[in-house]
């Protein structure tokens, strides 16, 4: 059974002292790893925040949730991120997706295309950005990418690569992840029009996803992280004060009756026992929280993690 796994997510703060003290934070309390999204709009570019954080840490891994594959050209986004492996001392966790938020596609002036060509367009660079971070010297005619003769320089510090992290809600997204990742991110599926399905949300339809990912990783299963993106948490009778705790509570109830791992309330000792039994139903051993919750979930980090 894989150990618990705990990271942060945050897009911005207010100056770079509180970014740094973020990172910082996280490090101390005991996250495994510190993300930043990959959109446009109000929050920091992730490749200089990550390599920030990395600076200003010295044990927490730097990982994007995710970079959005559409945005870079292979080439590109392998040699960003084998910079980033190189001045991190080796910390990266390489993070893909196949792209989701009309609004960033709008400013790009990209066309927002259907869900089948953003995620072949994915899987084509996934199978290079591999190939040149473990140093081969890449020739590629593909569907939407060509390269002639292309290589990294410096090479990753990680051998044979950085570990992959590559999140989806799809049956197809979730087969490749679990080939292909050595993280493999749970999510609600999107429409055609970029909108989460609610009805994705669910413990059963997460159920069905798990089963899922073990039936396509196979003999990989035992070495796959199951990570969920928490998008709300908190503790009852936690650190926040006794108004987020009432708040929290309140949730906890409401969120006992709808069933989703995308959102997680309650006490501490409630919070350990849905996590457990969650890694032992579904293998989900990773969650990732937001920079929100970083300090209201440090108790369950201080029980959980490594466990």
């Given at each position: 059974m894989r150990p618990f796994r705990f990271s942060v997510m945050a897009g911005s703060a207010?100056?770079?002292?509180?970014?740094?003290?973020?990172?910082?934070?996280?490090?101390?309390?005991?996250?495994?790893?510190?993300?930043?999204?990959?959109?446009?709009?109000?929050?920091?570019?992730?490749?200089?925040?990550?390599?920030?954080?990395?600076?200003a840490t010295t044990r927490i891994r730097i990982a994007p949730f995710v970079f959005a594959n559409d945005f870079r050209h292979p080439l590109i986004l392998a040699g960003e991120a084998a910079t980033l492996d190189v001045l991190s001392g080796g910390r990266l966790i390489m993070g893909m997706g196949a792209g989701w938020r009309v609004t960033d596609y709008r400013q790009l002036g990209l066309p927002y295309d259907e869900p089948r060509v953003r995620v072949d367009r994915l899987f084509e660079?996934?199978?290079?950005?591999?190939?040149?971070?473990?140093?081969?010297?890449?020739?590629?005619?593909?569907?939407?990418?060509?390269?002639?003769?292309?290589?990294?320089?410096?090479?990753?510090?990680?051998?044979?690569?950085?570990?992959?992290?590559?999140?989806?809600?799809?049956?197809?997204?979730?087969?490749?992840?679990?080939?292909?990742?050595?993280?493999?991110?749970?999510?609600?599926?999107?429409?055609?029009?970029?909108?989460?399905?609610v009805g994705q949300s669910t413990e059963g339809a997460t159920a069905a996803k798990a089963a899922l990912i073990r039936e396509a990783a196979g003999d990989r299963m035992d070495s796959i992280d199951v990570n969920a993106l928490v998008f709300y948490a908190g503790l009852v009778g936690g650190r926040e004060g006794v108004l987020a705790s009432a708040r929290n509570a309140a949730f906890a109830g409401a969120v006992a009756l709808i069933g989703t791992p995308y959102v997680l309330?309650?006490?501490?000792?409630?919070?350990?026992?849905?996590?457990?039994?969650?890694?032992?139903?579904?293998?989900?051993?990773?969650?990732?929280?937001?920079?929100?919750?970083?300090?209201?979930?440090?108790?369950?980090?201080?029980?959980?993690?490594?466990?």
């Open positions: 207010l100056d770079a002292a509180a970014w740094v003290r973020m990172a910082r934070r996280a490090e101390e309390l005991g996250y495994d790893a510190f993300m930043v999204p990959d959109h446009l709009g109000r929050q920091f570019a992730p490749i200089a925040a990550l390599a920030t954080v990395a600076a660079s996934v199978g290079i950005v591999k190939r040149l971070m473990s140093g081969e010297v890449v020739t590629h005619a593909g569907t939407h990418y060509h390269l002639d003769r292309a290589r990294l320089a410096p090479l990753p510090i990680q051998r044979p690569r950085p570990p992959f992290l590559i999140g989806g809600g799809g049956p197809r997204m979730l087969r490749f992840a679990a080939r292909e990742a050595e993280i493999v991110g749970l999510l609600p599926q999107f429409n055609a029009a970029g909108r989460p399905i309330h309650g006490t501490p000792g409630r919070v350990r026992d849905i996590l457990l039994r969650r890694r032992e139903a579904w293998g989900l051993n990773s969650y990732t929280f937001g920079g929100g919750s970083m300090e209201a979930m440090a108790p369950i980090v201080e029980g959980l993690a490594g466990a």
